[in-house]
């Protein structure tokens, strides 16, 4: 899919007061620090249309922007920054949940995960309560560009292995750098492909 314009819209801490619209929704979440707004910026093509640091708990609000004029991306905060005060934490938790939870016009979560990690219990736990809540979701393994092919495959395969011993089948992965643009076609057509199927079910 190419990219002809991606503008912000709005910024919000509450699922209700977001945009009403009848576009497709893609939102990225992933613990705080894993590089959501940095791969919104690289598909977008744009440096700094969202806000990235590197430290984390940089993004606070429910982010929408809008592409091409036909669907929306929403960056949102990161969950489990332990350093965060817990007033702070819960607050993020309840808007990141309000969102996943109430959002009706959501299509797809892409769920980020850092490749250089092993599987971390607060991102299982997070792919079990999209699961029992019948959330769609994909998975989005971030900073490639720091690992070599050989260690970068051996914790993918890792990964699949322990999500298979939670599921029995898994959703589309993808492997993504930020720094380096790779997976962005990838993550852009399967975006785009959602987006066709949708448009051509309305249209029958
Ligand atoms: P919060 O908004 O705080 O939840 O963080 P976030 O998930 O939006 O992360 P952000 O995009 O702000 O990136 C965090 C740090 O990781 C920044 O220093 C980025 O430069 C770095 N980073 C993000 N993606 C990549 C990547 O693909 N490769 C490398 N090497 N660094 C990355
Ligand atoms: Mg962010």
New binding site residues.
């Given amino acids: 899919m190419e990219i002809k314009s991606a503008e912000y819209v709005v910024s919000n801490t509450e699922v209700y007061k977001c945009p009403k619209h009848t576009l497709t929704e893609y939102a ?1 979440i ?13 598909l977008m093509g744009k440096k700094d249309l ?11 609000l429910i982010n929408h922007f809008l592409v091409n004029r036909n669907w929306f991306l929403v ?4 969950y489990g ?1 332990a350093k965060m005060n817990k007033s702070g934490l819960a607050k993020l938790e309840k808007m990141v949940k309000g969102y996943v939870l109430n959002r009706d016009c959501l299509t797809n979560l892409f769920v ?1 995960i850092d490749s250089r990690l092993e599987p971390q219990s607060i991102d299982l736990g997070f792919f079990e309560f999209l699961g029992v809540n019948g959330i769609p979701f994909s998975i989005v393994f ?5 690992l070599n092919d050989a260690q970068l495959h051996k914790n993918i395969t890792q990964y699949r292995e322990k999500l298979f011993e939670q599921w029995d089948e898994l959703p589309p992965i993808f492997v ?5 643009g ?1 997976g962005r076609d990838d993550v852009l057509n399967y975006i785009e492909s959602i987006n066709n199927n949708i448009a051509n079910s309305e249209s029958k």
């Fill in positions: 990225f992933g613990r705080s620090n894993v590089g959501k707004s940095s791969l919104i910026n690289m969202a806000k990235t640091s590197s430290k984390p708990g940089k993004t606070i960056d949102l905060p990161g920054y980020l971030t900073k490639a560009d720091k993504t750098s930020a720094e380096k790779i």
